[in-house]
């Protein structure tokens, strides 16, 4: 599957943004989908994941209670709502597919080339 992400920006401390990451293939429904996001001279970390039905969902401890991660199956996209937004959000957002539920980037084959977040205060 090939991802492509968009929606990054800068945006002031407690505002919003709405990542998108557009998938390609007949095979969508059948990755868990995840979010990461790394910052300059940081590990990729995990922010959330979501099943392929779309009815299980995991977040990050940094990300609970502001961000929310959605797929369209019929549009074959993924989405994180971010809202609250704080400095340290800053980073380049990747999406990402796999096959296991995991906060492990390794555990992800197929990843899209990114979306840089600003938040400024």
């Known amino acids: 599957v090939q991802l492509q992400a968009s929606g990054g920006g800068l945006v002031q401390v407690g505002g919003s943004l709405r990542l998108s990451c557009a998938a390609s293939?007949?095979?969508?429904?059948?990755?868990?989908m995840g979010w990461f996001r790394q910052a300059p001279g940081k590990a990729r970390d995990f922010v959330a994941s979501v099943s392929g039905s779309g009815d299980g969902t995991y977040y990050a401890d940094s990300a609970k209670g502001r961000f929310t991660i959605s797929r369209d199956t019929a549009k074959n996209t993924v989405h994180l709502q971010m809202n609250s937004l704080k400095p340290e959000d800053t980073a380049v957002y990747y999406c990402?597919?796999?096959?296991?539920?995991?906060?492990?980037?390794?555990?992800?084959?197929?990843w899209g080339q990114g979306t840089l977040v600003t938040v400024s205060s």
């Open positions: 293939g007949r095979t969508f429904s059948t990755y868990i």
């Open positions: 990402a597919a796999g096959r296991y539920y995991s906060t492990n980037p390794s555990y992800f084959s197929s």
